[in-house]
């Protein structure tokens, strides 16, 4: 990578990770659940890992040539919301990795979670330090840092005491209806977002979505809590799907990523689903969200290998 471009490669990257172990996990829970005679998984962790790999050294180099940028960008109101993708990279492959190394899991639980507590530690303090956060830099991104904390539990639980998991979920959960008032108020009373922005909307599924599914892992059944986290994640997916003609018309962005995740959430949520109550709606849904996260994701990686073809990523904003 030319040096320019490296000085310009953001750390928004790892959101490309956050998609496709997402998908990968998406794919190993209906495996299960779904019985079916297929198993794209495999080939989606390999790939992940070593794209996880590549963007890592990136990065690094980034850091270590041009560690003015990397200043400015974890110190930027925008940017440095997308600093926790690499953490909860690492979370998310842990989760994928659970069932074929419970070692290799483990590495990386552990170095996500500090990674991540740290982050948390450092954004936060931030935020109520700063002079200079106006209402034009909130966006659904800002879950980013804080909410990322509620998937520590999904494959915490085999890693760590139970008390570990309910931490990091306890401060994930607690900052969600936080952020999730404050991030209405500008959407309705300062205006729309810009259009690179407009795909992290989808954001907004993944809180409770990932809630649902940590929530289940941490009590092993879906009480009447459980149905108030899936049930607001289902309805900002039908909110964001009745919306399909405003995201149709936008160009791509490497903010498009924030389109995969939340779905591959929500697909996951209602495996679950499926698995705890049987129920023929849920697995129907389910059915519909694997195909439809697959499609989206599937088209993300083309459109963004041409992107870099094209030189369209790493460049100066």
Request: net charge positive; glycine share 6%; hydrophobic share 55%.
């Amino acid at each position: 990578m030319r040096s320019e471009r490296l000085q310009h490669f953001p750390v928004s990257w790892f959101a490309t990770i956050m998609g496709l172990s997402g998908l990968t996990i998406a794919w190993q829970q209906a495996e299960t659940v779904l019985q079916l005679p297929f198993h794209p998984s495999p080939a989606l962790l390999v790939l992940t890992s070593l794209l996880f790999i590549l963007f890592t050294g990136l990065y690094g180099f980034k850091f270590m040539k041009f560690k003015e940028v990397v200043k400015q960008e974890w110190a930027h109101p925008i940017k440095m919301n997308f600093v926790p993708t690499f953490s909860i990279s690492l979370i998310l492959l842990s989760i994928a990795w659970l069932p074929l190394s419970v070692n290799y899991s483990r590495l990386f639980w552990i170095a996500g979670c500090s990674a991540q507590l740290l982050f948390s530690l450092y954004i936060i303090s931030w935020w109520i330090q700063h002079t200079k956060i106006e209402i034009s830099h909130l966006n659904p991104a800002w879950f980013i840092p804080v909410v990322g904390n509620v998937l520590v539990p999904i494959a915490g639980i085999e890693h760590a005491p139970t008390e570990v998991s309910w931490f990091f979920f306890s401060l994930g959960l607690i900052f969600w209806p936080m952020l999730l008032s404050i991030i209405f108020y500008r959407i309705i009373f300062h205006g729309s977002l810009p259009d690179r922005l407009l795909p992290t909307l989808f954001i907004l599924i993944a809180p409770p979505a990932v809630g649902f599914v940590s929530y289940v892992k941490l009590t092993g059944s879906v009480d009447a809590f459980a149905h108030v986290l899936y049930n607001s994640g289902l309805f900002f997916t039908l909110l964001l799907f009745f919306q399909a003609r405003l995201f149709s018309r936008l160009q791509f962005f490497l903010t498009s990523w924030a389109y995969s995740f939340p779905l591959a959430a929500i697909t996951v949520a209602s495996l679950i689903m499926v698995q705890h109550t049987g129920s023929l709606i849920y697995l129907r849904l389910s059915g519909l969200l694997l195909g439809i996260a697959s499609v989206v994701i599937t088209g993300l990686f083309v459109r963004t290998v041409i992107a870099v073809s094209r030189n369209e990523i790493c460049v100066k904003d």
